[in-house]
């Protein structure tokens, strides 16, 4: 099962401290929220475990190996951060195939499966600049779960999303649990970011300034 270790990291951008000697511990099975003020350093965190940017000081170690060093991002990762972005002329279902096509590891089936799962008509022909924001919104959760990775990391994922859209993510997100995966959630809906989360850290000018595990109903 994957094990993410993070020490004493930390990062500046143009002499801005965003991330400041954070040390955490995340295993699979679990979604983990992150809680934060806009500019508090969340996205920051996800960037630097998905390898979109570099440690400055400190380590971000996946299972044995240690980003940076024995390879350049996450083996098996899928990533939903801030605007999605896919082709414009292309439908949901191409604009997967061709993207499912990187790595070959899923078919036609996978896809249709996943674009039912998240809300969005396989069969739909209408391009994607022609999609509403929570048709995007979907499609990018669709991309980014849909190998299965052994890290997911989803950025506002219920942003412009309609409440079945809503229940799609909290479905897909409990499937990733039981396979093993590890998920990582920033979410400003504070009662939203609790149903989603085993654990949530919160984050404070780069800092972790609280954690805390979140009691479910069926454990009471």
């Not at 669709?142 to 229940?167: R, T």
């Amino acid at each position: 099962m994957v094990q993410i270790e993070i020490n004493n990291l930390s990062k500046k951008i143009k002499g801005v401290t965003v991330l400041n000697n954070v040390n955490l511990t995340l295993t699979g099975g679990k979604c983990y929220g992150l809680e934060g003020k806009n500019g508090s350093g969340k996205t920051m965190l996800m960037r630097a475990i998905s390898g979109l940017i570099k440690p400055g000081k400190g380590t971000v170690k996946i299972n044995d190996g240690i980003l940076g060093k024995d390879f350049s991002f996450p083996p098996s990762i899928g990533v939903l951060i801030e605007n999605p972005a896919f082709i414009d002329e292309y439908s949901a279902f191409k604009n997967l195939e061709i993207l499912a096509s990187i790595n070959n590891k899923i078919g036609d089936d996978e896809i249709i499966k996943i674009l039912s799962e998240v809300g969005l008509n396989p069969d739909d022909k209408k391009k994607y600049k022609k999609f509403s924001l929570g048709m995007k919104q979907k499609l990018g959760i669709a991309n980014a779960v849909i190998e299965k990775p052994d890290i997911v990391l989803l950025d506002e994922p219920i942003n412009a999303i309609d409440s079945s859209g809503v229940e799609s993510v909290r479905r897909i997100i409990n499937n990733l649990k039981s396979e093993g995966s590890v998920i990582i959630v920033a979410c400003h809906d504070k009662e939203e970011l609790e149903i989603l989360s085993d654990e949530i850290y919160t984050i404070f000018e780069g800092e972790i300034v609280g954690h805390r595990i979140v009691e479910k109903e069926n454990e009471k």
